[in-house]
């Protein structure tokens, strides 16, 4: 038995650095947060080339090019390249109909989004332009996107990430819960990141690179979880990325369990495929004494949210059931477990949730069962190399889909 209370403790502290680790970023973005800046006057409207690799995007495609006619940008600097990646409706049709450049990629063997927006790069002419932007098909871009963008590369960023969020949060329960958590990661994560002078991860979409940075390095992250293994191989070459909390992008979340899990399961098995490239990006990190960079490497090896909490109500039942009463460790267990309740909250209060989002939290039982069986999954290696479109609907009205925090 004293074995077992022992592990128990070793894991309570465990999951209490993790929540100090989180907690380290969210009291810095409270406390250092700043207000939007109008980008200046003065500043070059930089050129643009737009990536949209889109498989099977037919129902969506429309959507995301309006959304890019509508941006408060000149439009004549911006160029859109759409992928139709080996396509079986008519994605490419319909984006030629729209008036974009399209590409078609015909080579089933070789599915998967790393491979498609490489395929793309070699073909694109960047001599006219200075940074490319990337986005997925099932995106709303935000008005202020480039300009936020511009700003930043007038200030000599190179790689840069803007904020991911939700444009159907009010369609389930399911996705009213995971709005939470896309204010959670952008801004008590990301934003208080970017507070402390810190480097962030790429989330797939939204994503800004300077011209030179492409030419460069190209795109050879080919896993299911390109966009991390991206992120690895960019500070691996310290290339910093800087998060940009005023250029959002808006992305369609499941609605239903059924329809997110090949997203889920593809994103925790994408974690998993990475482990030891985090492990050596620490490692490398402290020989070059570049706290950034073995920061990332931490960050990649930390469980999401939903797996900190499974873990920490499974050790809570293990400590009740199984090891003699202990007030100590029964207290250290629900501090654990009050801070990831308080993260939830203050994230609430940040996008003013309002009852719906509240009554959401009921479900959170039954969607942190079915996140426990994917991670398990991942964890045994299931599906570890498969890539599985997830499911879209139309657009709902995304008009109030806005997870910032208002009036900051």
């Not at 680790?21 to 080339?49: E, G, N, V």
């Not at 006219?128 to 990337?134: G, T």
Request: charged share 20%.
């Amino acid at each position: 038995m004293s074995v077992l209370v022992g592990s128990v403790w070793v894991f309570v502290a465990f999951l209490g650095l993790v929540c100090t680790y989180r907690a380290t970023f969210a009291i810095s973005y409270l406390l250092f947060r700043k207000r939007a800046l109008t980008a200046p006057s003065s500043a070059t409207d930089c050129r643009f080339a737009i990536v949209i690799p889109a498989h099977d995007e037919e129902l969506l495609i429309g959507d995301i090019l309006g959304s890019l006619s509508r941006v408060d940008y000149p439009l004549e600097n911006l160029r859109v390249h759409v992928l139709a990646d080996n396509c079986t409706d008519e994605t490419a049709e319909r984006a030629r109909e729209l008036g974009v450049i399209v590409f078609e990629r015909d080579e089933p063997q070789k599915r998967g989004k790393g491979q498609a927006i490489a395929w793309l790069l070699e073909r694109l002419d960047l001599d006219e332009i200075d940074a490319v932007a990337f986005f997925d098909a099932d995106n709303l871009v935000d008005p202020e996107f480039f300009g936020a963008m511009n700003r930043e590369l007038a200030d000599g960023r190179r790689c840069l990430q803007g904020y991911y969020g939700i444009s159907n949060p009010n369609e389930s329960a399911m996705t009213r819960l995971l709005s939470i958590t896309y204010v959670m990661k952008n801004l008590l994560f990301n934003a208080g990141k970017s507070s402390l002078g810190l480097s962030v991860s790429l989330m797939g979409t939204g994503m800004v690179f300077r011209r030179d940075v492409i030419e460069r390095y190209g795109w050879k992250s080919m896993t299911i979880g390109e966009d991390l293994e991206q992120t690895l191989q960019l500070h691996e070459s310290s290339e910093f990325i800087q998060f940009v909390p005023d250029a959002l992008t808006l992305a369609q979340e499941a609605s239903t369990l059924s329809q997110g899990y090949s997203q889920r399961q593809r994103w925790a098995s994408g974690r998993r495929v990475l482990v030891g490239a985090a492990r050596s990006a620490i490692v490398r990190g402290i020989r070059n004494a570049s706290l950034w960079q073995m920061e990332l490497g931490v960050e990649l090896l930390m469980p999401g949210y939903s797996k900190l909490l499974n873990w920490t109500l499974a050790t809570a039942v293990v400590s009740l059931i199984f090891v003699e009463r202990s007030p100590a460790l029964t207290l250290a267990v629900l501090f654990v477990l009050i801070y990831q309740m308080f993260e939830v909250l203050l994230a609430m209060r940040l996008m003013r949730a309002g009852l719906r989002t509240l009554k959401s939290l009921m479900f959170a039982p039954v969607f942190l069962v079915w996140k426990a069986a994917i991670d398990i999954l991942a964890t045994v290696g299931h599906r570890r190399d498969a890539w599985v479109r997830t499911e879209r609907a139309a657009h709902p009205d995304a008009s109030d889909a806005s997870p910032r925090e208002k009036g900051k």
